[in-house]
């Protein structure tokens, strides 16, 4: 479908730029082109002190995926920096096994459970209200959006990512390398909790700032990215050989894809978000995979460790974790290693940077 917005009909016909959404576009791929700055999240405390005796529970979503993996590892290397027990549970996106996390971080005393990486709190309201009425405070990181969602009233606190910005960047992406002439395939898994803020912010910006952009979006559940994702991309491809970009809210997807976008004989490139090392390989090994917005995992899981620290600490709570996001193309690509991995490409001024904020030498 193609969407016109109200200023883009004003600006024709009051004979305004035409690239002004072009322009704007381009200058949102120049700020993220630049390598991340650390900005604390909120004072310095005392970590150490406050964690002497206190101890942190993860539950991914799930560790068959690496980008959850990589977010656990973040919050492990942050526990030992500062000298505080953290157990990282084993998920295989089983919400048995969430919940045999949940009952086993209350019997074995825990102070805080953060469930990590999308998974969705609401599966385990009745486990949640059951560990809070045990002492236990339960968070999440990396789940909502920062602006668009919040954790409910029911959770003790959560540390959010922009994700509508990541979107923003994919979207700006495809405008100015087609000069404002995007047909794209958008694809996400509706029931993880942020695609909808990462799906819509593709979508709205597009709509927004490309009058002449067209979108079609498609739901691949996760469990289904194996057998649906790549039919379903080469059947769009073929039914519409002018889509130009394909566009996986998350870039874990492209696994499925490419092989798709081969079989259709397309020239569409992908565009997508997690700098998931292999889709990194991809780019840099091929030319299909265009561009991947990125963030260090490793900085995410010490950014969620800290919101959880100042919770457990009774400081004032941070809701928006201090990630930049990070854009990887082929000119730099290989940054990121080779092979790549989560957490190189994006410098190391959060592993400083934090161990100040928490008084550690």
């Known amino acids: 479908m193609k969407y016109m917005t109200t200023a883009a009909a004003a600006a024709l016909l009051l004979g305004a730029p035409a690239h002004a959404g072009i322009d704007e576009a381009r200058a949102l791929i120049a700020q993220y082109s630049q390598l991340p700055t650390f900005e604390a999240p909120g004072p310095a405390f005392d970590a150490k002190a406050c964690m002497a005796d206190k101890k942190m529970f993860v539950i991914p979503l799930t560790n068959a995926n690496p980008f959850n993996a990589a977010i656990s590892q973040g919050f492990v290397d942050a526990a030992e920096i500062v000298g505080f027990e953290l157990r990282d549970w084993e998920t295989q996106l089983d919400p048995a096994g969430w919940i045999q996390g949940i009952n086993t971080a209350v019997a074995e005393g825990f102070d805080l459970i953060d469930l990590q990486g999308g998974l ?55 405008i100015v390398q087609t000069e404002g002439k995007v047909n794209a395939l958008v694809l996400g898994p509706d029931e993880i909790t942020p695609t909808a803020p990462l799906r819509d912010s593709i979508l709205g910006y597009l709509a927004e700032h490309c009058p002449d952009c067209t979108t079609k979006y498609i739901n691949v559940p996760v469990n289904d990215w194996a057998t649906q994702g790549q039919p379903a991309v080469q059947n769009a491809l073929l039914a519409d050989p002018s889509i130009n970009y394909v566009l996986p809210v998350y870039d874990s997807m492209s696994q499925f894809i490419v092989p798709a976008i081969q079989i259709a004989g397309s020239s569409a490139k992908i565009v997508s978000y997690n700098g998931t090392p292999f889709v990194l390989d991809m780019m840099r090994d091929g030319d299909i995979v265009e561009m991947n917005v990125g963030e260090s995992l490793g900085w995410v899981g010490m950014a969620g460790t800290d919101a959880n620290m100042r919770l457990l600490c009774g400081l004032d709570p941070v809701t928006k974790l201090n990630t930049p996001a990070f854009i990887f193309t082929d000119e730099n690509v290989a940054s990121a290693g080779v092979p790549a991995t989560f957490n190189d490409g994006y410098g190391d001024v959060h592993i400083e940077g934090f161990k100040a904020l928490w008084g550690i030498d």
């Open 120 to 174: 969705p709190p609401e599966f385990l309201q009745p486990q949640i209200l059951e560990a809070q009425a045990a002492g236990v405070k339960v968070t999440a990181t990396h789940n909502w959006d920062a602006t668009t969602q919040g954790a409910p009233d029911w959770m003790d606190g959560a540390a959010n990512t922009d994700y509508v910005t990541v979107g923003q960047i994919i979207a700006a992406w495809a």
